[in-house]
C-alpha cells in the first residue's frame, strides 16, 4: 500500500431536514497519496461540501470509516476531533475568514494558541507569513490588506501548523483571475516545497486542471477520477 | 492559552463595541452604586443611632408609660385603664433600701414647642426637668449654670438650651446667656447652654429647651396632677444596670397595684435593649433597601446575559472558525465568560465608586438638611460587592457561553 494520507471507506451521511432524509453521502471511497494535488469537482448538491467537512474533521460520518494520515477519526469526539483539526488540518475558505480586529501575526498565530504552544509563536507565525510573501505586512490588519493579501494570510495560517493535509474550499471564488492564480501558484508552489498534501475543492476546470488529479462528485459518490 | 492571553482577547473583542460594552458595563455600574450606596446608608443610620443611643449617657435607664410592644398588645386587657407614671414613682424609685442599684432619678415631661428671639422662630423639643435631670442625663454646661433647685421651687422662668437652638435664634453658639427668649409666647431667661454633644438625626440634644418641670407644667407642657411622660434613672454603675431594671420594675407594680400574673403597665428600657432594638431596626432597614438595590443587580446581569447572547448570535462564523482551527468546547466557553465576568467585574469597580460618591452625597444632604449622619462603606460592602459582580458576569455569562461552545462548525461556518 502507497503512502495514503486519507482513506475513506465506504462512507455514509444522512441528515434529517425535517420529516425528509437527505442522503448526502452514499458509500462514498476514495484514497488521497500522501503529497497529492487533489481538485474536488461536483455540482451543487452533490454531497461535496458534506464531503469536504468530513475530510476536513467538521463533521462526522454517519456510517463508513475514515483514516486520516492513519488514524481512524470517524467516532471521536468533538474535542478530540478539534485536536485532529487543530494538528492535521489546515483550512483555507472561499471568504478567507479573518479574524477582522486582529493583524496578520495574530491571525496566523491563531492555530498555534490552540495547540498550546507558548514559546516561539510569533516566530513561527512570521516565518509562515513570509513563505507567502507577506513579510512586509506583518502587522496589518485584513481591511489593511487586498483580497489575495488576505488569503496569503489564510494559507500562512493553514500551513502554520505543519498539517497532514491542506482544505482549500473554493480559494479563488472570491478573486479576480490574475490573483486567482497567482494564489494557486502559492499554493502549487508550497506543495512542491513542503510536500503538503493539497485538496482543492473548486468549480473551475482551469483550476482543477492545475491538480494532478480530479475526483467528481455525483449524488453522494466518486462519479468519475481524472489523472 | 495563558491567562493573559485570554484577558487581552476578552478585552480586544469588548473594545470592538465600545458603546455597546459601555451600556451593559453600566447596568452593573448602577446595580452595584446602588446595593454599596444602600448598604452605606444602612450602616450610617446604624452608626448615627447607636452613637445617639449611646449618648444618653452611660448607666442610664428609662421607664415610659404602657406596655411593651409585642403580640400581647393586641389581647383584650390593652383597653385597661392604665396608671400613669408620675412623680411620685419617682419618689419611690429614688429609694436607696427599695433600689440600692439606683443612684439617681430624674423625671421628664416633654413636648415639641416654638422658640422665638425677635422674630425668629424656631422648633424646638422642651424638657420640663427636675434638678437631676443635667447628672442623669450627663449634661455638661459651657456657659452659665443648669436649673438651680431654687429656681426649680420657685416655677422660675428660665431656660438652658442646646448650642444648636442658640444658632438658629442668635445665629451665634454662645455668649446668649442672659438673653430672653419666648417659648410658646412666655418669656424666659436663658441661664446656661449645654455643650455639644454632636447632632444626630434620631434625637438632637443640641436643638433643646430645657426648663424647670414646676414651670413647664404651670404654662408650657400642662399635664394631669403629676404625671410625668418618663423617668430617666441611673445606675450606681453599668453592671448594676439589669439589677436597677428589676428594681425599678418591682417598685413600679407595687406603686401601680398590678395583681401577680398581670401585665405591666409600664415599660423599662435599658440602654442595652435601646441597642438590641435599634440594631433590629437599622438590620432590616439595611436589608431591605440592599434587597431593592439588588434587584437593580440582578437587572444589570440579565442585561449581560442578552449582550452576550447577541454577542455570540453575530460572532457565530468566528467561533466556527475558531473551532475549525482546533478550539475546543472549553476554549471558546472560557473566551466568552471571560467576557462577561470582565464586563461585569469593571462594572463592579466603577459600581464602587460611583456608590462612594453616592453615599458622599447623602451624607452631604444629610448635614445640609440638618440630620447629619454619615454613610460608611465597610470593607465587607466593597468585597460584597466585588465578589457579587464577578459571580454575576459568571453566572448570566454561562448560558451565552455554552451556546457558543456547542455550537458546531459545520453550522457555524455555514452562518453568514
Known sequence: ?227 | MSFSQILLEALESLSSNKLRSGLTILGIIIGVAAVVAMLAVGQGASDSITGSINGIGTNVLFVFSGESAGPRMRNENVSRNITQLSLSDAEALNDDVAAPSIENVAPVIQGLVDASYQGVVSSTNAYGVTTSYAEVRSINIVEGDFISEEQYLGHASVVVIGPDLAESLFGQREGVVGETIRISNQPFRIIGITESKGGSSFTNEDNQAIIPMTTARDRILRRRDDVVDMIYVQSIDSESANLAADEMTQILQVEHKIPVGEDNDFTVYTQQDMLNTAAQITGILTVFLGGIAAISLLVGGIGIMNIMLVSVAERTREIGLRKALGATKKDILIQFLTESSFLSLLGGFFGIGLGWVISYAVGKIAEATGNPFYPTISISAILLATIFSGAIGIFFGIYPANRAAILQPVEALRND
Open chain 1, 1 to 227: 500500500m502507497a503512502d495514503n494520507v486519507i482513506v475513506v471507506e465506504d462512507l455514509v451521511k444522512t441528515y434529517q431536514m425535517g420529516d425528509i432524509e437527505v442522503n448526502a453521502l452514499r458509500g462514498l471511497s476514495l484514497t488521497i497519496e500522501r503529497g497529492e494535488v487533489v481538485a474536488v469537482m461536483g455540482p451543487s448538491g452533490s454531497g461535496k461540501s458534506t464531503l469536504m467537512n468530513t475530510l476536513g474533521c467538521l463533521d462526522r460520518p454517519t456510517s463508513g470509516r475514515y483514516f486520516l494520515d492513519g488514524k481512524e477519526v470517524s467516532d471521536l469526539s468533538d474535542d478530540q476531533l478539534a485536536l485532529i483539526r487543530n494538528k492535521k488540518v489546515g483550512f483555507i475558505f472561499q471568504s478567507f475568514n479573518l479574524l477582522p480586529r486582529a493583524t496578520a501575526i495574530k491571525n496566523v498565530e491563531l492555530p498555534l494558541r490552540y495547540s498550546g504552544m507558548r514559546e516561539g509563536r510569533k516566530q513561527k507565525a512570521i516565518d509562515a507569513l513570509i513563505s507567502v510573501g507577506l513579510g512586509d505586512r506583518l502587522d496589518h490588519r485584513p481591511f489593511e490588506l487586498s483580497g489575495g493579501q488576505q488569503q496569503r494570510v489564510a494559507i500562512a495560517r493553514a500551513l502554520v501548523n505543519d498539517p497532514a493535509i491542506i482544505m482549500a474550499d473554493e480559494p479563488t471564488g472570491n478573486l479576480d483571475s490574475k490573483v486567482g492564480q497567482e494564489i494557486m501558484e502559492l499554493l502549487l508552489n508550497l506543495n512542491k516545497v513542503s510536500g503538503t498534501t493539497l485538496i482543492i475543492v473548486t468549480h473551475d476546470p482551469k483550476i482543477a486542471s492545475q491538480c494532478q488529479r480530479a475526483i467528481h462528485i455525483m449524488d453522494g459518490v466518486v462519479d468519475e477520477e481524472q489523472s
